[in-house]
């Protein structure tokens, strides 16, 4: 039984911030990356930023230095800072997390989606 449980989406005006988090449920396993993701209407779901369990992280060019992907490992929780809010950051985000069993193997879960509209 896993479970990923977003929050923090919302309405806000361009160059405002939001935060965004991702409590990860995942019983005996362990979490290696995680990440978010997000997709607008008619486009494709496209990674915004991946950090693994030792804190190394990337980001997708349209949003270096205006977003922080963060995590408290004792919480299993991923966090994303987006500051300096654009019209183009209109999505749905959707966190990620890979997840190892006792044998090692690797399994891909998805959070339901939280919508973030940057609108004037």
């Known amino acids: 039984q896993v479970q990923l449980v977003e929050s923090g989406g919302g309405l806000v005006q361009p160059g405002w911030s939001l935060r965004l988090s991702c409590a990860a449920s995942v019983g005996i396993f362990s979490i290696n990356d995680m990440g978010w993701y997000r997709q607008a209407p008619g486009k494709e779901r496209d990674l915004v930023a991946v950090i693994t369990s030792d804190g190394s992280t990337n980001y997708a060019e349209s949003v270096k230095g205006r977003f922080t992907i963060s995590r408290e490992n004792v919480k299993n929780t991923v966090y994303l800072q987006m500051n300096r809010l654009k019209p183009e950051d209109t999505a749905v985000y959707y966190c990620?997390?890979?997840?190892?069993?006792?044998?090692?193997?690797?399994?891909?879960?998805w959070g339901q989606g939280t919508q973030v509209t940057v609108s004037s």
């Open positions: 990620n997390a890979e997840i190892s069993d006792y044998k090692g193997i690797r399994y891909d879960y």
